[in-house]
Nanobody
Framework: QVQLVESGGGLVQAGGSLRLSCVSSIGTFISYAAGWFRQAPGKEREFVATISYNGARFDYADSVKGRFTISRDNAKNTLYLQMNSLKPEDTAVYYC?????????????????WGQGTQVTVSS
């Protein structure tokens, strides 16, 4: 059974940084594109960032461009999200996900496996 385990969430002041990690149990992790999504209380899950299978292509939601960086280490089966200049509106549960494709996607319905989520809280 495929498992994705996120870590790195926590409480941080506005302007601070956090680095999320997502370790995958998929033996062929390099064959999967990946993404990060988030869900704030009372809101729908939204796209944050996506990356291709080899890390060569990536894209971000407008709300995080210039502040967040998605990356992956296929040798470690790990996906990352570096979050800088955090704002209170970034507060949410963050989820990693993978899809059986070489290309990333903005659409959560196109992902095959999901992690359990990690809470990020940004205080003002």
């Amino acid at each position: 059974q495929v498992q994705l385990v996120e870590s790195g969430g926590g409480l941080v002041q506005a302007g601070g940084s956090l680095r999320l990690s997502c370790v995958s149990s998929i033996g062929t992790f390099i064959s999967y594109a990946a993404g990060w999504f988030r869900q704030a209380p009372g809101k729908e899950r939204e796209f944050v960032a996506t990356i291709s299978y080899n890390g060569a292509r990536f894209d971000y939601a407008d709300s995080v461009k210039g502040r967040f960086t998605i990356s992956r280490d296929n040798a470690k089966n790990t996906l990352y999200l570096q979050m800088n200049s955090l704002k209170p509106e970034d507060t949410a549960v963050y989820y990693c996900a993978v899809r059986r494709s070489w290309s990333g996607s903005y659409d959560s319905k196109e992902y095959d496996y999901w992690g359990q989520g990690t809470q990020v809280t940004v205080s003002s």
